[in-house]
């Protein structure tokens, strides 16, 4: 076969773990986004309501880097205070949304028998509907108004957290952990809040993490609607829906947003996943 | 000599919808003595661990009835099954899953102890005489289950079975997972204890290693497709089988 | 006898952490080799290295491993695909799972022989079952006709045998193939791999922790603890006259039945 010979020495590439890296990343890019719409006032270059007819229309320049709309309001100004109500809203919306379905999935899942049973076939005829369709007719039944498109998206949005609370308790329920919890003398209410939650809380907020883009595309789309906030209240959607006649020959005052919508759905959704690798301990290693 | 558990006629039958019922446990009964070291052996799918999480009230009997120092625990729940937690404790079969991830052994250890209303200084004190009476240093109190050994980790396991010093210590594959070194460990501290606390102490060591049955029981039931086939004295059992079964188990062993 | 597997001086790293330090042995035709180790001693890593399974983070990055004058570690992944089944078969500790589990047993074994050969259906049932009534098993029809779920845990890891089998490999590389099992049933299994390899003359390299199933099946045995080298010899030399304490003391923890 062979001869005496030295062994073959091969290098190998060593991969390094860039979870963290993007977890400072993209946690930054998302805490600059926050910090923008907490102090939105201070940053904006013109005042956002101030009409300047002689100025209307105008294309991006240097004094006016988004351009104006028709009233000759400043677009980049009115973008920046959009922020508040648009993100916001949207983290309002997604923290209400995590805290009922989880509670509503952990109670089925912890309970069962029939409660389980009710409440699971409830969350299953809000999921059978399509979505925005009926976030909209519960926005039009309520009438339009910020406040009423938050609970319009919260009715057609928990049966998803319930549905996951559910089955992670589940799963939590049948662990060697929770049985000697249980042989520990523990009550339930200290093993939910001891035991299950701080065990399944990591996959719910991963997918309100991810879920923070689409909601805010949903909240935007019900502005753009008409039925979430009103002019001349600075919001995302309702910007873009404005300006939306106007979207050939003044192209930017429409783009604005809707650039504003883009990048800060793209920060969010990066952020989810980065903090799904994050928390999952394969990726992370002991 | 009253027995510390007696089990009468237990009974477990499975029903699922569109399936025939299974007959998982089938009218057992044994009784386990002070200081008596019981070893309960059987295959995969004989019943072992259904036994034992009718006993630990895991899951409902569907008949028969569990006693435990002479108490009917059969259907007890609530804070009556509390009580009979301070009795009766167990160590499960993987060590690292028995300790929730997300909190320290320590506080493992101690859950029974706070449960049971001693205070948070008491409770530090006894967590660290327990992990010292099982071959651990009190520093481990503040490890996570994913920070130590599989051994480590079931001492840890044992310190907070024996917390509540029950007279009852249920062992469900308590050593199968572990390499054959760290077994031997874990079945010398726990021939420690057995000698430290005497009759205060009886075990039931659920296993399916025949060999360790032999080294480490007083007593053994045989159980296959959910009955005992045979019982007596481990060395008696192996050298002598009487059922066709437990013949085969001996037989098939390297 | 001549050689017909040789690791040299292999050193296997994960992300640049060395997890095998400088293990060589040499598997001749017709040995059964067993590697014995406690958990993370590194024993299934090395077959692994072999097959070339260790992963996208995994590399033998010192030493050679000579098959049949070809340096398994150099070579790529579609020539290891052509030597893997034909020249090197390997059995899983739930061989089960490695089957799918809505399709018959015949048909998977059919599809894994015509990736590396063409056969017809009906040399490949007559060749099937021939081969499952030579390695022991009744009515291999019905076998061939099950589903994996229709069968129990033993009869799945020997059919698993049979189907690394049915290609005729030179090594059958087998990771803990009776740990999953009990005790009745292992030794069926361990029967099995030793008329394949009375019937065949196949090698086997046999990763287990179990000393028991080494002592009843394998001619030389390597004790691994931490990634090296503890002990390497004759399995009866070894088991019963240990020169290293960690072999001594790994013989002492093993139960013995004392009947």
């Not at chain 2, 006993?55 to 009979?84: V, Y």
């Amino acid at each position: 076969m062979t001869a005496m010979r030295e062994p073959t020495v091969r290098i190998q590439k060593i991969r390094k773990d860039t979870v963290r890296t993007r977890l400072i990343i993209f946690g930054a890019l998302a805490l600059i986004l926050l910090l923008c719409s907490v102090f939105c006032e201070h940053l904006t270059p013109y005042d956002p309501y101030l009409q300047d007819l002689k100025n209307a229309k105008a294309p991006p320049s240097p004094e006016h880097l988004f351009g104006t709309d028709r009233y000759g309001r400043d677009m980049l100004s009115r973008v920046i205070v959009g922020s508040r109500t648009s993100i916001f809203s949207t983290l309002l919306l997604v923290g209400i949304v995590t805290a009922l379905g989880t509670m509503v999935g952990v109670f089925c899942g912890w309970h069962g028998k029939w409660i389980d049973t009710v409440l699971m076939r409830i969350s299953d005829m809000f999921l059978a509907f399509p979505g925005l369709v009926f976030a909209m007719a519960v926005a039009g039944v309520l009438g339009g108004g910020l406040q009423n498109a938050i609970i319009a998206l919260v009715a057609i949005s928990w049966p998803k957290y319930a549905r996951i609370a559910r089955s992670q308790t589940l799963a939590q329920k049948e662990t060697p952990y929770l049985n000697a919890a249980r042989l520990s003398g523990s009550g339930t209410w200290k093993m939910i809040f001891k035991h299950i939650l701080p065990n399944i809380i990591g996959p719910i907020l991963v997918t309100s993490m991810l879920d923070i883009g689409t909601m805010m595309m949903e909240l935007a789309g019900l502005s753009f609607l008409g039925l979430g906030a009103k002019p001349p209240t600075a919001e995302w959607g309702s910007m873009m829906s404005d300006a939306r006649s106007l979207l050939s020959s003044v192209p930017w005052v429409t783009l604005a947003p809707g650039f504003a919508i883009f990048v800060s759905v793209m920060i969010f959704n990066l952020l989810g996943d980065t903090i799904r690798d994050y928390a999952d301990p394969k990726s992370r290693g002991r | 000599m009253e027995p510390v558990l007696k089990v009468e006629n237990l009974t477990k039958v499975f029903t699922r919808r569109g399936q025939p019922a299974f007959t998982a446990v089938d009218h057992i009964g044994f009784e386990l003595y002070p200081g008596e070291c019981l070893g309960l052996i059987g295959e995969s799918g004989s019943g072992k661990t259904t036994v034992v999480n009718m006993i630990t009230r895991l899951l409902d009997s569907t008949e028969g009835r569990i006693l435990l120092g002479g108490e009917d625990i059969t259907r007890l729940s609530g804070k009556g099954l509390r009580r009979a937690y301070r009795e009766m404790q167990m160590v499960f079969q993987t060590p690292a899953d028995s300790f929730d991830p997300r909190c320290t052994l320590g506080d493992g250890i101690g859950e029974s102890l706070r449960n049971n209303g001693m205070s948070r200084a008491e409770t530090k004190q006894e967590v660290a005489r327990l992990l010292t009476e099982c071959g651990l240093t009190p520093e481990f109190a503040s490890r996570y289950p994913h920070q130590v050994s599989g051994g480590q980790c079931q001492r840890a396991a044992i310190a907070r079975a024996l917390a509540v010093r029950p007279r009852l210590l249920i062992c469900d594959e308590a050593t199968s997972s572990l390499d054959v070194t760290i077994q031997q460990e874990i079945l010398a501290l726990l021939n420690d204890l057995r000698r430290h606390h005497g009759s205060e102490l009886s075990i039931l060591f659920i296993c399916h290693d025949i060999a360790l049955v032999q080294q480490f029981c007083s007593r053994v039931l045989v159980l296959y497709r959910g009955r005992i086939v045979e019982q007596g004295i481990p060395d008696e059992v192996i050298c002598h089988p009487q059922d066709p079964y437990t013949r085969r188990l001996i037989e098939s062993i390297l | 006898m001549a050689e017909i597997l040789k690791y040299e001086h292999v050193d296997i790293s994960y992300n640049g952490v060395k997890v095998i330090r400088d293990v060589s042995f040499t598997v001749d035709e017709g040995e059964i080799l067993g590697i014995v180790g406690e958990s993370g001693s590194g024993k299934s890593t090395l077959i692994k290295a072999a097959m070339g399974l260790l992963g996208e983070t995994g590399l033998v990055t010192r030493g050679d491993i000579w098959y049949k004058g070809k340096n398994l570690p150099d070579l790529s992944a579609a020539e290891l695909r052509r030597l893997n089944g034909p020249e090197l078969g390997m059995i899983f500790q739930y061989a089960g799972s490695s089957f799918c589990p809505i399709r018959t047993v015949g048909a998977q074994l059919y599809e894994s022989l015509t990736e590396h050969e063409s056969v017809s259906r009906e040399e490949f049932s007559r060749r099937a079952a021939a081969l499952l009534e030579k390695i022991g098993f009744e009515n291999a029809r019905r076998i061939l006709d099950s589903y994996p779920f229709e069968l129990s845990g033993g009869m799945q890891q020997r059919v698993g045998i049979a189907a690394a089998m049915l290609l005729n490999p030179s090594v059958l590389l087998a990771d803990e193939p009776t740990s999953a099992l009990d005790v009745s049933v292992q030794k069926q299994v361990v029967e099995e791999m030793l008329l394949v390899r009375r019937t065949f003359g196949t090698s086997i390299v046999l990763v287990t922790h179990n000393i028991g199933v080494i002592g009843a099946m394998a001619d030389r045995v390597l004790v691994m603890k931490n990634g090296e080298t503890v002990e390497y010899g004759e399995t009866q030399q070894v088991l019963n006259h240990p020169k290293e304490d960690y072999t001594r003391l790994l013989m002492s923890a093993v139960p013995k039945l004392e009947r």
